[in-house]
T-cell receptor, first 112, second 110 residues
């Protein structure tokens, strides 16, 4: 089953602007993860936020989690052309043995 | 450090032909292993996962099967490919803090 739903599906911004992507899910989770995929490549793990955490930072990335609304957001500050990629959220559901359920992704384009 | 390999990188196969995609992991032992398929412009669909040698769980009934003959080897197979099997196939292994993906295999069934 597809749990994560992301919006927007596509986002185009100028270099230096911030990019915000949102993810909603349906069931209870252990944690939520964000991944990045360059065109035609494998996914790269960016950040994990646990169900008891509300906000997490890693470099220019900021992730928030609202378990009451079953939603998360990924903010990329001061974007660069090299940030152009697809971004996916994935949920690790309770008692599912580490399986992840991926969203459909947001395609981010950062124009120089 | 851990690395994950997939081959081949690209594959073009006729309908009805067999398939074998291989994934190997180095630098870790007893990893959880996963096969995903990604259609163009879409998210990942979990096909199979394995928590140990010979232990395979199937997520979606279909034309594919998986095997884990060794601790760090995961194989995706089909006896007869369908057009709908075309896609980007990704192997991954997991630790508690996330999954690590291989480079993927682009399969085109003609």
């Amino acid at each position: 089953s597809q749990q994560g739903e992301e919006d927007p599906q596509a986002l185009s911004i100028q270099e230096g602007e911030n990019a915000t992507m949102n993810c909603s899910y349906k069931t209870s989770i252990n944690n939520l993860q964000w991944y990045r995929q360059n065109s035609g490549r494998g996914l790269v793990h960016l950040i994990l936020i646990r169900s008891n955490e509300r906000e997490k930072h890693s470099g220019r990335l900021r992730v928030t989690l609202d378990t009451s609304k079953k939603s998360s957001s990924l903010l990329i500050t001061a974007s660069r052309a090299a940030d152009t990629a697809s971004y996916f959220c994935a949920t690790d559901e309770d008692n599912q043995g580490g399986k992840l359920i991926f969203g459909q992704g947001t395609e981010l384009s950062v124009k120089p | 450090s851990q690395t994950i390999h997939q081959w081949p990188a690209t594959l073009v196969q006729p309908v009805g032909s067999p398939l074998s995609l291989e994934c190997t992991v180095e630098g870790t032992s007893n990893p959880n292993l996963y096969w995903y398929r990604q259609a163009a412009g879409r998210g990942l669909q979990l096909l199979f996962y394995s928590v140990g040698i010979g232990q395979i769980s199937s997520e979606v009934p279909q034309n594919l099967s998986a095997s884990r003959p060794q601790d760090r080897q995961f194989i995706l197979s089909s006896k007869k490919l369908l057009l709908s099997d075309s896609g980007f196939y990704l192997c991954a292994w997991s630790r508690s803090w996330g999954q690590y993906f291989g480079p993927g295999t682009r399969l085109t069934v003609t």
